[in-house]
């Protein structure tokens, strides 16, 4: 059990994301930085998508109802157990009735918590994923208070500690040309990738707004309602680019200017207000070849950690 | 009816009592307004009408509807509101559909049904499909 002592503010449970549902309406949910809690389950020798904690903002405290292998990753936290400094990045031990605690991001934005046995909350429709819209999934369909006590699953035989490599933020995000991408204009078109784009305090997990120059379509009328996925790029009417991320909703109706590549998703979960970003163009194949570069990374890591490619 | 014979897949007509108007439909007026109708009016044709579901987006198990008689066609609101009831029957542009669960929505509220749309612990999460047939049934007296 996890004693939640002092929650932060939008501390949620999080997995990799609730797939195969969107054709109800059900958004995907899960970990903003899929990378970061891979990491911090896979340092415990955990499933890759058993549950964690996502945390945004600091302080928070956290009991330790039993002896436990854990793991943070994403942002440093500034974290300690029991007064003891904990890294980032690496796995850690803590003892029955030791307090974790985490003053807040030094750097970046999202912090993760992965435990030996995972977040044992109950899985709905294939995920333990917070929905925090529509207010089910992870603990309660909601993120956590003071006072909630989390199930843990199963511990683990692990014996030393292990750190990884974490992927280093830079603002440039790769993008492909959106459906509707031509319809700009040509200026619009210059600009959406020369313009550095602030991302504006008007951000949350469903979608980050962007502040810059005015893009403008040169062709008019509204376009029927479609499918849209986290990394989606629509632009409303006022010309301010919206980029849809874990907790988008499933259908749109704005055009879409670009589409951020998978790989790259997780800068944004990194990037408080404030921060400024870059769109780069990219293809298929180089959208591909980012996909196998973090494949890459991560058999590096399962074969550095356990001798195999899990 | 069933569209069975092509792939297997069964269209079901689902009923949808709702309460129209009052604290449930605070737009009935407004769409009343823009139709040049009176609401006993609106209730009467938007219940008359037979829907058919498009697809399901926005909200889990949030059904986009066709089939909204034409004169019922109101604009969103310019002022979304920032939580309607769930339950909620609107209308935004040609379409009607039912708002699921609470959140924000900038459609006019006509009325409410009591139906849960998603349940995400049911066996069947959601309770409109693509293709199905709906009808919504006013209950009760719309003015109280």
Redesign the interface.
């Known amino acids: 059990m996890l004693d939640i002592i002092r929650p932060g503010i939008q501390t949620t449970v999080q997995d990799l994301g609730r797939h195969g549902y969107r054709h109800l309406g059900v958004a995907q949910c899960g970990a903003m930085d899929g990378p970061a809690l891979w990491l911090a389950n896979r340092l415990v020798n955990n499933a890759a998508n058993l549950a964690g904690l996502e945390m945004v903002a600091g302080p928070i405290e956290i009991r330790f109802e039993r002896a436990a292998w854990f793991a943070l990753t994403g942002a440093d936290f500034a974290a300690t157990l029991d007064g003891q400094a904990v890294h980032s990045g690496w796995r850690n031990h803590s003892a029955v009735g030791q307090v974790l605690k985490l003053h807040g991001a030094k750097a970046g934005m999202r912090a993760y918590l992965a435990v030996d046995g995972g977040i044992a909350v109950a899985e709905i429709l294939g995920g333990r994923a917070t929905d925090i819209q529509a207010k089910f999934g992870g603990f309660k369909g909601r993120a956590l208070k003071a006072g909630d006590q989390l199930p843990l699953g199963p511990t683990s035989h692990l014996e030393r500690r292990i750190g990884a490599w974490q992927a280093e933020w830079s603002p440039q995000v790769r993008v492909l040309p959106g459906p509707e991408f031509e319809q700009f204009s040509p200026d619009a078109r210059a600009t959406f990738f020369e313009h550095a784009w602030t991302i504006s305090a008007q951000s949350n997990r469903m979608a980050y707004r962007l502040e810059g120059p005015v893009l403008t379509r040169n062709v008019s009328g509204e376009l029927l309602s479609h499918g849209v996925l986290p990394g989606v790029v629509q632009v409303p009417s006022n010309g301010q680019p919206i980029v849809l991320l874990a907790d988008s909703q499933t259908t749109g109706g704005y055009p879409r200017i670009a589409v951020v590549i998978e790989a790259d998703l997780w800068k944004f979960a990194q990037a408080p207000a404030g921060r400024k970003i870059h769109f780069v163009e990219t293809d298929l194949d180089g959208a591909c070849a980012a996909r196998e570069e973090w494949r890459h990374n991560r058999y590096r890591f399962e074969l550095s950690a356990y001798g195999n490619h899990g | 009816m069933d569209g069975g014979a092509g792939a297997g897949v069964f269209v079901e007509n689902v009923e949808i009592p709702v309460r129209y108007g009052g604290a449930d439909g605070p737009d009935l007026s407004v769409v009343a307004e823009h139709a040049g109708m009176t609401t006993e009016e609106v209730i009467a044709a938007h219940s008359a009408a037979e829907y058919v579901v498009y697809?399901?987006?926005?909200?889990?198990?949030?059904a986009?509807m066709g089939g909204l008689p034409e004169r019922l066609a109101t604009p969103r609101r310019a002022d979304p509101r920032l939580k309607v009831p769930a339950g909620s029957v609107g209308i935004g542009g040609a379409q009607t559909g039912i708002y699921?669960?609470a959140?924000p929505g900038g459609w006019n509220l006509i009325g409410r049904t009591d139906l849960r749309l998603?349940d995400?612990?049911r066996e069947e999460?959601?309770l409109l499909r693509p293709g199905d047939l709906i009808k919504f049934v006013p209950l009760g007296d719309p003015s109280d």
């Open positions: 697809f399901l987006g926005f909200q889990p198990g949030f986009y699921p669960s959140g998603f995400p612990t999460p959601i």
